[in-house]
Structure formats: C-alpha cells, structure tokens
T-cell receptor, first 114, second 112 residues
C-alpha cells in the first residue's frame, strides 16, 4: 500500500482565497483524522471520521473550516476564506482499529496564507 | 475529556546517554498509549505502544513503562544516537473512542 496520500504538498495562497486540502487514507482503514500542526499550538486534532461519518469536529477552529468524506477513499478539508493565521502543516491520518488505534500519517500539506 | 501532559518540552543529552520522557493522563478508562517520533520536516510515525494490561514493553533501545495507578507512562531511550534527535509525542486512547489525545511533544537533541 502507498500509505496515506495528501495533496497538495505545498500551498501558497492569498488571504481571502479558498483552500482545499485532499487526503486518501489507507485502504481498509475506517478512521480518518485531520490535524493541524504549528509551533505555537503543537499537534491539534481538527476532526475525525468513522466509516465516512464525522464523529467529533470540536477541534475545528471556526466556521471557515469544513471537512467532508464522500467515500471511504477520499476526504477534503476546506478553508474559506483563508487567513494568515491558518498557515500551518495539515496532516491527514488513518487507522484501522477502534481500540488500539495506531495512526498512519500522511506527508502533510504545508499551507502558507499571505 | 482526556488530558495528556508531557514533560519535558525539550531535552538535550550527550550521545550514548539515556533519555526519559514522561506523560500523565487524566482518563482512567484510557487503555492504549502510543508514542510517535517526528523527525524534522517529516510526518509523525509510531515507534512503540503499550496496552493497559502490560506494565512494560521493550524494543531494542526503546522501552515504555506504564503505571495505571498513578496514570503516567514514560518513554526510555538508551544509548542515544544523533539519529534519535526528533520530536516525540505521547498519546492516550480510551477504549472504543477511536481517537488518541496527544501530548504537546518533547524535542530531543542528541549531541555527538
């Protein structure tokens, strides 16, 4: 398996623009997580899905952020409109087991909002 | 919800010395405790984990201990090498929660 795939790897955009990050989890993994990592706030869980259904979105910072998982092999995280403080590395991760949930992380998307 | 505290935030050791990172958790129902290593510019990757029915687990130079009564667990790295330099995250997971709560990370620097 190729592992968790994320695109794009780097994104530079201007304030106010819409940003869409994409993730393909490992086949057979029922859980998908979106994290944001910054120096100041560390690794934050934004939202996670189980069998394509959002389970906990309490980490989503505000209404500008939204996430979808239309099928088992694809998820998106959208920011609209983007702001400079959204600049961070966004990781997608997937896991198979509900109890002993080793998470496999994607390579991340480095987002810069100017 | 679960709260995980990790100490120290930074740790510097000489090559060959041992390093210990400690974490405490708040939810007594947590039963899975993974440790992730993140090298500079890379993704976090699992290096070792421990389940609540075990007190200690070892894998070559790394080991993890768990004290359920005190609700804390620790990562031990012996004979450190420069390639051990990275950020280490502990995490705790409650049975059937499906997610892990991460600590804030420890930046380990191993000086040659």
């Amino acid at each position: 398996d190729a592992g968790v795939i994320q695109s794009p790897r780097h994104e530079v955009t201007e304030m106010g623009q819409e940003v869409t990050l994409r993730c393909k989890p490992i086949s057979g993994h029922d859980y998908l997580f979106w994290y944001r990592q910054t120096m100041m706030r560390g690794l934050e869980l934004l939202i996670y899905f189980n069998n394509n259904v959002p389970i906990d979105d309490s980490g989503m910072p505000e209404d500008r952020f939204s996430a979808k998982m239309p099928n088992a092999s694809f998820s998106t995280l959208k920011i609209q409109p983007s702001e400079p403080r959204d600049s961070a590395v966004y990781f997608c991760a997937s896991s198979r087991d509900r109890v002993y949930n080793e998470q496999f992380f994607g390579p991340g998307t480095r987002l810069t909002v100017l | 919800g679960e709260n995980v505290e990790q100490h120290p935030s930074t740790l510097s050791v000489q090559e060959g010395d041992s390093a210990v990172i400690k974490c405490t958790y708040s939810d007594s129902a947590s039963n899975y405790f993974p440790w992730y290593k993140q090298e500079l510019g890379k993704r976090p990757q699992l290096i070792i984990d421990i389940r609540s029915n075990v007190g200690e687990k070892k894998d070559q130079r790394i080991a993890v201990t768990l004290n359920k009564t005190a609700k804390h667990f620790s990562l031990h790295i012996t004979e450190t090498q420069p390639e051990d330099s990275a950020v280490y995250f502990c995490a705790a997971s409650r049975a059937n929660a499906g997610k892990s709560t991460f600590g804030d990370g420890t930046t380990l620097t191993v000086k040659p």
